[in-house]
């Protein structure tokens, strides 16, 4: 079913009274030929007749206009078979173009008793000079198949945006020339759902992408959801936001509010995500992105990467949960001074989970992950701030941090255990209050590891230098025993001065490590309050 034609802007404005004798569509393929804008709804009746598709596009040559407004574009099934694409486009080529579709409801709901593989797919594309909008006011997309299959014999569901990993963009602002531009844009929310047997809920591109002075934006003010549940569930998106070389070249993904990847299993679940900003992109999510896997046994992957001398990823908070025994695997990084700002992460093992969070360290095939998703690069050495991080659940933590990075460690009640693993190139620091300080809240000496660049502390290079009541002492007394053969010291402050900078005086009887290579002021510092006994064998 193909729908297009439209109106041109030049009849603009008017009221919607005088402007609806100009909104009728052509259509082909269907049993009508036009339609108004109302919209359409379309029953599959199970689809007889195999692959179907829905098109709506707005197309706008050199010097022309072309808007489509419609109401509602709503896809349904009760009986699905086959597979099923809807497509929302905009196309605007050459100077002088003006493609626009625009639909308030944009939904798709698909029920059946086998295998379901249903798509939906929204683009903005200009070239040559031309302007493109794609504007919708909500989408939804659900699969649920009733399907038993097993791991032998596995009955696919799958709600989906795009194809492959990143091959096919499922969201997609594209601008290409001087004086193009292209806009999709989401005033609500984008939420997918998927239930059944082998489940599949994704995304396989989010992406603005600005080539050749072109201006691409893709903005979502809502939140986007994608929710996986069956006995192998999987849920994963792609965001990308990338430009070339070229002078006024821009691309941003904006998303007003949180991102959230929920994979439910009865058996197995696996949740992927991956923010990459390229050459000079932009990415912002307002809210949080969050990952979740939940089931006997579950694997997460993320990456935030930053490539580019002036790309930029703005995250408010980066979540990880693992509900099941499995793996999780956190990447952040950037190749350039600015290129990451989140707010905090935030952490949740279960029993027989762990997770791995890697900051500035490099992603190889033989040492981390590298797929089409998750991309390899090399070690970083420009410095990734972030506030704090917070851990939870009985699992296991494993922080690999080529910087100090965290400014809060906070581990609730009934954390199981943490092992940090610092890469930090030797520093001359003074002494607290120049030196890089994190604080662990919740610190334990028989379930926190520490490990500055793959040296334990032992009973060589480790020493206690005692308690000091004032930060003068204490500073004093930790550079006195850092003298280079005792690379970690550790000390217990007494006194009542506000040491770590954070505005409440509430260190007295905390513990303090301090770690330098070469013996020549400080490079790291480590508070742990309510630690006042620490031995190489409690860090080790």
């Known amino acids: 079913m193909d729908i297009s034609g439209g109106f041109s802007r030049s009849v603009l404005p008017h009221t919607l009274a005088d402007l609806r004798p100009s909104m009728m569509y052509n259509v082909a393929g269907a049993n009508v030929t036009t339609i108004n804008d109302g919209g359409i709804s379309v029953d599959l009746q199970g689809n007889p007749s ?77 070239t040559a000079g031309g302007v493109a909008h794609t504007l919708i006011g909500d989408f939804s997309m659900s699969v649920d198949s009733t399907a038993a299959g097993s791991a032998a014999a596995p009955v696919a569901a799958e709600a989906h945006m795009g194809f492959g990993e990143g091959q096919e963009a499922g969201m997609l602002a594209s601008a290409d020339g001087a004086g193009s531009m292209a806009d999709l844009a989401v005033t609500g929310n984008v939420a997918l759902s998927g239930q059944g047997d082998d489940v599949y809920v994704f995304n396989s591109g989010l992406f ?57 299993g009865t058996e197995s679940a696996l949740t992927r995500a991956a923010v990459r900003a390229d050459g000079t992109g932009t990415v912002e999510i307002d809210g949080h992105l969050d990952v979740d896997s939940s089931a006997t046994s579950a694997t997460s992957f993320m990456q935030v990467i930053s490539q580019g001398s002036a ?5 408010g908070s980066l979540g990880m949960t693992m509900d099941g025994a499995g793996h999780g695997w956190m990447d952040l990084y950037t190749d350039h001074g600015g290129g990451l700002d989140i707010g905090s992460v ?9 997770i791995g969070l890697h900051v500035q360290q490099a992603n190889t095939a033989a040492t981390g992950t590298v797929d089409t998703t998750f991309l390899a690069h090399a070690d970083g050495t420009a410095s990734v701030s972030i506030s704090a991080v917070n851990l939870a659940g ?52 028989t379930n926190d590891a520490v490990m500055y660049n793959g040296v334990a502390a032992d009973g060589t290079n480790f020493t206690d230098a005692g308690s000091f009541d004032t ?40 513990g303090v490590l301090a770690y330098s290579d070469s013996g020549n002021g400080m490079t790291s510092v480590l508070m742990l309050p309510g630690i006042t006994h620490l031995t190489p064998a409690n860090i080790s």
């Open 50 to 126: 195999g692959d179907s598709t829905v098109n709506a596009h707005a197309d706008a040559a050199a010097g022309a206009s072309s808007l489509i407004w419609m109401q509602a574009m709503a896809v349904h099934d009760s009986a699905s078979q086959g597979q099923f694409r809807a497509i929302a486009s905009s196309t605007a080529n050459g100077a002088g173009s003006d493609a626009e579709i625009g639909i308030q409801h944009a939904s798709m709901a698909i029920g059946g008793t086998g295998a379901i593989n249903d798509r939906e797919d929204l683009s903005a594309t200009a």
């Open 208 to 264: 603005a992408q600005g080539t050749n002075g072109g201006s691409a934006i893709t903005d979502v003010a809502g939140d986007v959801t994608f929710s996986a549940n069956g006995r192998s569930a999987h849920s994963y998106v792609l965001v990308d936001a990338s430009t070339d070389a070229v002078a006024g070249s821009a691309g941003d993904v904006h998303v007003h509010g949180n991102v959230d990847l929920q994979s439910i």
């Open 311 to 315: 790309s930029h990823i703005d995250v």
């Open 346 to 354: 935030n952490l949740t093992a279960a029993s027989g989970a762990d």
């Open 394 to 445: 009985a699992g296991q933590i494993n922080m690999f941090l080529n910087g100090q990075t965290f400014g809060t460690i906070n581990q609730a009640a009934g954390f199981g255990q943490l092992a940090l693993h610092y890469q930090i190139a030797d520093q001359n620091f003074a002494g607290i209050g120049s030196a890089p300080l994190t604080t662990i809240n919740g610190a334990s000496g």
């Open 471 to 510: 930060l003068a002492a204490l500073n004093a007394g930790l550079n006195a025993a850092l003298d280079g053969t005792h690379k970690y010291v550790f000390a217990v402050y007494t006194g009542t001065e506000d040491i770590n900078a954070n505005g409440v005086a509430d260190d007295h009887n905390a």
